[in-house]
C-alpha cells in the first residue's frame, strides 16, 4: 500500500480531503467559501460558495482514474434528485428566498497527482 493510500482511514477522510481541493481551487478561482459538509435529512451538500450575488452549491466527485468515464461520469440521476432535496432545506433552514443560485460539478480524477474539472450550471 502506498504512503498516499494510508492518509484517510476511511472514505469519508478522503472525500473530506478531495472536497477540500475543490473548494480551494473554487477560491482561486475568485468564488467565496460559504460552507463545507452541510447535512440534512436528504444527504449532504458538499460545498457551498458565493459566485458574486449567486449561491453556488458544489457536488465533487473523485475517482482515482478513468475507468468508466472517472469523475466526469459520477453524478447519477438518483443524486441529482438527493442534492435538489438537499438544496431545498437549506434554502428553507437558512430562510433564504429569492436568492440565485447554481448548481456546479466539480470532478477530481487522480491519485496523486490531481485533475480538477469544474463544470458549471451542471443541472
Not at 438544496?87 to 429569492?98: D, E, V
Request: charged letters at 20%.
Amino acid at each position: 500500500m502506498s504512503w498516499f493510500k494510508q492518509l484517510w482511514q476511511n472514505s469519508r477522510e478522503k472525500g473530506q480531503y478531495y472536497e477540500l481541493q475543490a473548494q480551494k481551487y473554487l477560491v482561486s478561482q475568485g468564488l467565496t467559501a460559504i460552507e463545507r459538509n452541510y447535512y440534512c435529512p436528504f444527504g449532504e451538500l458538499d460545498v457551498i460558495m458565493k459566485d458574486g450575488n449567486t449561491l453556488v452549491f458544489v457536488e465533487v466527485k473523485f475517482r482515482k482514474n478513468h475507468a468508466r468515464g472517472g469523475a466526469n461520469y459520477a453524478l447519477s440521476i438518483q443524486k441529482q434528485a438527493r442534492l435538489k432535496r438537499s438544496i431545498y432545506h437549506y434554502l428553507a433552514a437558512k430562510n433564504l428566498t429569492n436568492q440565485p443560485l447554481r448548481i456546479d460539478y466539480v470532478a477530481i480524477t487522480g491519485e496523486p497527482s490531481m485533475h480538477i474539472n469544474w463544470l458549471k450550471n451542471v443541472f
